[in-house]
């Protein structure tokens, strides 16, 4: 049956012999993503009303449009990963 076990800065889900581990120190990661996704769209707003930039802002909107969908398996990733539970090796 599985087990889920809150601690500071984790939740682990006991399933067997592995563990499902959330974590979340990555809060900060995604913070400063979200940071940098708006200013990358804002320049390649304002870059769009000087002609002289508008290739500039093209860029920085592909570039924000990319952080924009990878952000989600980013986030999946840095959330879940998969343990073997030290007291199932002990055993063995």
């Not at 076990?5 to 592995?18: F, L, P, S």
């Amino acid at each position: 049956m599985p087990k889920l076990v809150n601690k500071q800065q984790e939740y682990e889900v006991k399933v067997g012999k592995h563990i499902i581990f959330f974590n979340k120190n990555y809060q900060y990661i995604f913070i400063v993503n979200e940071l940098l996704l708006g200013l990358e769209f804002v320049l390649g707003s304002v870059f769009f009303f000087f002609e002289s930039l508008k290739t500039a802002g093209i860029i920085l909107f592909i570039i924000g449009s990319t952080q924009l969908f990878i952000r989600p398996v980013l986030k999946i990733a840095h959330a879940v990963s998969l343990k073997i539970s030290s007291q199932h090796s002990s055993e063995q």
